[in-house]
């Protein structure tokens, strides 16, 4: 348009003027209107493609839409993208923050076109499946004691009304959501990784990590490989299994003594021993307060009262385990809660004095002081297992 307009002034100027010895400065003036004009349009340019997108610029739209409006327009998109996901829907559906005072527009919509969806960040009634809840940070590390009820951004509530386990977000590129060029230094460690993991999963919460494509649709290569890497890692801490009570037991409902025993099929020499709890919570998470025992073949059995209890338990003896631990990663105390999973970890006891051998672990028991079962409600732990970690899972990570 703009070298239009100058030719278009040549031409006048010169049909006007006609003359030559002017033509000279007709085309120095033409210039200096071609240069006039290219400026411009990089104004304008600049104003329509960056001024218009700052924070605090009036609507880009012919007027201010209403909430009612948005919501329309949410509501529609909501719809769209769900039924891309096939008859049977999205897995989950994310609110980020939350649906806030529209939940009462955002809940129909959200039970109608993705009813067996987990909803994050929802009220727990949108879908059959249910919501989970954000923990309260960005770090990959889940606050203990971690409940699956409660419906706060942080540990939970064991007292909450709604049960909404909960779900840790982070990053692969520290801090990094969305892909940036010149930003792998930034990518967590294979180590670091799977501290996450541990502080996560491990504290009984989903992990989310996030996968961010470069500016071609495509995960960096980078990316891929160190995703890879973890998983390999997590499959390798869990490759040398010691026992599992599943294998044994559909379930270990507590018994009469406020506890839940699983027996080794072997007995167990080990310095570095992770212990797997997974709690049944199909009526909910109501393991409170816990510790765990241990039951060494080189120990004869006798009588103990465990404290908490009127009766008795024998054969085998029982003491407190001894608790391992990675500093800010896995405790090496009990907090109350079990939940879908907790991994801990156990540490060998001292030697027998009197052989001079290292005991065998050949029994372990989670030993309830409180819950919050009513009723006929029974505490129960969907399974108990252990997993040698020397030898070779020692160069997992």
């Excluded at 919501?71 to 096939?86: D, Y």
Aim: proline share 7%; glycine share 8%.
């Amino acid at each position: 348009v703009c070298v239009c307009v100058c030719v278009m002034c040549v031409c006048v100027m010169c049909v006007c003027l006609r003359l030559c010895v002017h033509v000279c400065m007709l085309v120095l003036v033409c210039i200096c209107v071609l240069f006039l004009c290219l400026f411009a349009c990089v104004c304008i340019m600049y104003v329509s493609c960056v001024c218009l997108l700052q924070v605090g610029h009036p609507p880009l739209g012919p007027r201010t839409y209403t909430q009612e409006e948005y919501l329309a327009i949410a509501m529609a998109q909501l719809r769209e993208v769900s039924r891309l996901f096939g008859d049977d829907g999205p897995v989950e559906i994310w609110f980020d923050g939350g649906t806030g005072p529209s939940a009462s527009v955002v809940g129909p919509v959200v039970h109608e076109v993705v009813p067996n969806a987990v909803c994050h960040s929802c009220d727990p009634n949108f879908t059959a499946a249910g919501a989970v809840r954000w923990m309260g940070n960005e770090e990959g590390r889940m606050p203990l004691p971690s409940w699956g009820s409660g419906a706060t951004a942080n540990g939970g509530d064991p007292l909450g009304t709604s049960f909404e386990p909960p779900s840790s977000d982070t990053v692969l590129r520290e801090h990094y959501w969305f892909h940036q060029n010149g930003t792998e230094n930034s990518t967590r460690s294979t180590l670091q990784l799977v501290h996450t993991y541990l502080a996560t999963v491990g504290r009984a919460s989903n992990l989310i990590l996030n996968v961010a494509p470069d500016g071609t649709g495509a995960i960096p290569s980078s990316d891929v490989t160190r995703y890879a890497e973890m998983g390999a890692a997590v499959k390798c801490l869990f490759s040398q299994p010691l026992g599992d009570s599943s294998a044994v037991n559909a379930t270990l409902p507590m018994d009469v003594h406020g506890g839940m025993t699983f027996a080794l099929p072997a007995p167990a020499v080990s310095s570095n021993i992770s212990i797997v709890l997974r709690e049944l919570q199909t009526e909910g998470q109501l393991i409170g307060n816990y510790s765990l025992m241990c039951a060494y073949a080189s120990t004869a059995p006798t009588t103990k009262q465990l404290v908490g209890q009127e009766a008795a338990v024998t054969d085998p003896a029982w003491e407190p385990c001894v608790m391992g631990g990675l500093s800010g990663v896995m405790p090496t105390k009990y907090f109350p809660g079990i939940g879908h999973k907790r991994i801990l970890v156990l540490t060998a006891p001292q030697s027998n004095s009197d052989t001079g051998s290292q005991r065998s672990l050949t029994h372990v028991r989670v030993q309830v002081y409180s819950h919050f079962a009513t009723g006929t409600q029974v505490p129960t732990l969907r399974d108990i297992s252990l997993y040698d970690w020397m030898g070779k899972v020692e160069s997992c990570v």
